[in-house]
């Protein structure tokens, strides 16, 4: 089993910036191909980013060009650069990790964007 703890959400004015954290418990992190999600109230769950076990990322429409994933191997961590931020960016956002046949989900962290 394998246990993904995000950090890093809070209350951000719009237009700042959060750096979110997904800290994986395996050393085979090197491994997953892992993503970030976003939920709130009254919408479906929706794909904010991915980086694969080789570096390659993805985004998702909404956060493309003002959102930046990546991932630090020896610390088996993940991590989500987000810029311009805006109200609609308001949601829980959790980690996904996926390996092989094997995936898991994070508890979540809450992003607030508000004045």
């Known amino acids: 089993q394998v246990q993904l703890v995000e950090s890093g959400g809070g209350l951000v004015q719009p237009g700042g910036s959060l750096r979110l954290s997904c800290a994986a418990s395996t050393s085979h992190f090197r491994f997953y191909t892992m993503s970030w999600y976003r939920h709130s109230p009254g919408k479906q769950r929706e794909l904010v980013a991915t980086?694969?076990?080789?570096?390659?990322?993805n985004y998702g429409d909404s956060v493309k060009g003002r959102s930046t994933i990546s991932r630090d191997n020896a610390k088996f961590t993940m991590y989500l650069q987000m810029n311009s931020l805006k109200p609609e960016d308001t949601a829980v956002y959790s980690c996904y990790a996926r390996w092989s046949l094997s995936s898991y989900w994070g508890q979540g962290t809450q992003v607030t964007v508000s004045s």
């Open positions: 980086i694969s076990s080789d570096g390659s990322t």
